[in-house]
């Protein structure tokens, strides 16, 4: 099949909705150096603009305390004004995710994480108010209204994952929904009591949920709600609301006899197997179809996708994440007003450190700031034009998006070959006829993202996957990661230019044809 397109026909503005924010580990590894040379590269050669991550108030960083002798609270913004300061020096900005509670303000036990970030509805909720208070009395003193209104302020994170019917081991949220939608309302109203422009949202839920039930409780209890957010993952279409089967299979864990090491690694494993095989139930494109609910449901306000991935644990470090990723974003487009892909590093510690270079981390880069190929994919999208072509072309697993680059007067073609793990997929040839405008003599470029090019994964595997990676390591691993300029072949005929190449499984291609 021939994708045959007039460079002259109708474009819309690309709304560069992927770059308005990026997930981060929790707020206390943003103290870190190497974290910080990251995050400005990330800003820098990516676009993101924002930031998001858990635990602003965590006990790590050291917000709030109770004196045991007077049963008085005593503040501390000096870990967050050092975050927040660094973000403004490089250009980007918070994205504020009002968790988890000081462990002063704990109800229970129940935390989440390596760091073990409290996630019990608070034991004083007059306390956490005045808390809040204080934090935003804060930052306009600090930062002046003007720069803290064009932030913004979600309450909390995944509260569906936890309580009646969650997770009852690891959920972000020990309570109900409606506990939830308390602490959001006093929460909310305390932000606008600040400031009637600063900007609040939530629920910040897993797939997709709540949406309809969050907007309706605001609207009827008259709290404020300026976006909606919330969470997608490819495999939340078979886990569902409350993870049933990771919940099942975590209270098996849990009755384990821990002592029992053959049982223990065999369960292990059984997950491990677990978690690949649902992909026979993924469809691809499937976050598209769930961003068209959600976009339905959130109405008219905003909707903030805090966190997205492919969650595909290695696969997602190599050709497949940079795949999916390239697929997703232009599907995307005019569904979503951010979309704010989950993580821009493994510098992670929910499990704890983690140590080998490739291992499945949910970051584009690595511990040691060798780019994935996902990061490559995120830079190509970071190189198109402002405005894109409606006519989109699709077959089989390969999809081609047409990008118009008028600062450059060039043609951008973005072709993505791309399948959900465990489907089949071949290479596909792109077969593509431009007309419309006289095109330039140099040669098109293209640039790949596949097993053989930008892809850092496999080098590692060719040295043998070193769990610790010597500095000639890395420097090999940062060359096999480099985006290549390559020249291609066109055949002109008339006033028609002619491509055709090949895109293996799971490649990325942007190819850039010059106008005269």
Known sequence: MIYALNVNSATERVERYWEMCVGSCHAATALREDYRRQLTRCARELGFRYVRFHGIFDDDMSVMKKSPYLGTYKLSFSNIDNIFDFLLEIGMKPFVELSFLPSCLKSGEQTIFHYKGVTTPPNDPEAWVWLIKSFLSHLIERYGRSEVRRWYFEVWNEPNLGGEGGLKNGGFWSGTMADYYELYAMTARAIKEADEAFRVGGPATSNNAYICEMREYCEKNDVPLDFISTHHYPTDVVLGYGVENSRNFFKEFSELDKTDKAAVNALANEFVTFRKNIWKDVNRGVLTEMAKRARKEAGNLPLFYTEWSSLAGLPSDGSFGASFIAKTIPDNMGLADAYSYWTFSDILEEDGFPSAAFHGGYGLLTLQNVAKAPYRAFQLLHRLGEERYQKKFAWETLDIYAFRDRSNNTVQLLCVNHQSLLHDVSV??????????KFAGCPPEIVRIDDEHANAIKEWERIGCPEYVTQAQVSALQSA??????????????????????????????????LK
């Open 481 to 514: 990661s480099e985006l290549k300029n390559e020249f291609l072949v066109a055949e002109r005929e008339g006033e028609k230019l002619k491509l055709h190449f090949d895109v293996p499984p799971m490649g990325v291609a942007l190819v850039t044809v010059y």
């Open 428 to 437: 596909r040839t792109a077969e593509i006829e431009l007309e419309g405008e």
